[in-house]
């Protein structure tokens, strides 16, 4: 019995603590500086995929731009083309963007550059075998791989 009486005790004391911390807790964040609230606000939901490519591709990979999108590297297997298109998080004003997509050898670089209010690209590229370089531009904020999802180095360009 008197375990049973000291558990309670504490939990007791535990409950009154809790209570006096939830109680003190809007107060703690009323004094607490704008500027700390915001850095611990959750971080923006990235962009979803808008099928500006077109029938038959999918995403194989992804970068978040910061707060402000997404940009996407999808693949056709049927053609053998990478397909990039940046898309924004939040449509409004037409802002600078683009989209590109390229590799190394021989040097090869495809973009769509301009000011638009949803999305820049797609721009393709037959790309079988080689690895790609990719990218994503919103208003100066840049993000994409260089390098990546390389194909069988054995695969024979068309």
Not at 9 to 22: L, M, P, R
Not at 53 to 78: E, P, R, W
Not at 121 to 141: F, H, K, M, N, Q
Request: glycine content about 12%; overall charge positive; some cysteine.
């Amino acid at each position: 019995m008197t375990i049973i009486r000291r558990a309670s005790a504490i939990g007791a004391a535990v409950t009154a603590t809790a209570c006096a911390a939830i109680a003190l807790a809007p107060a703690a964040a009323a004094a607490e500086p704008t500027t700390q609230r915001a850095a611990a606000a959750p971080k923006a939901a990235a962009a979803k995929y808008n099928g500006a490519c077109g029938g038959g591709y999918s995403v194989v990979n992804s970068a978040q731009i910061g707060t402000k999108g997404t940009v996407f590297l999808t693949y056709n297997s049927a053609t053998g083309k990478n397909c990039v298109v940046t898309v924004r998080t939040t449509p409004g004003k037409a802002v600078h963007m683009t989209a590109s997509l390229g590799f190394a050898s021989p040097t090869t670089t495809v973009s769509d550059t301009g000011y638009y209010t949803t999305y820049a690209g797609p721009v393709y590229l037959d790309a079988r075998g080689l690895c790609v370089t990719w990218r994503g531009e919103i208003s100066g904020e840049v993000a994409g791989k260089n390098g990546t999802n390389c194909g069988s180095l054995a695969a024979n360009r068309r």
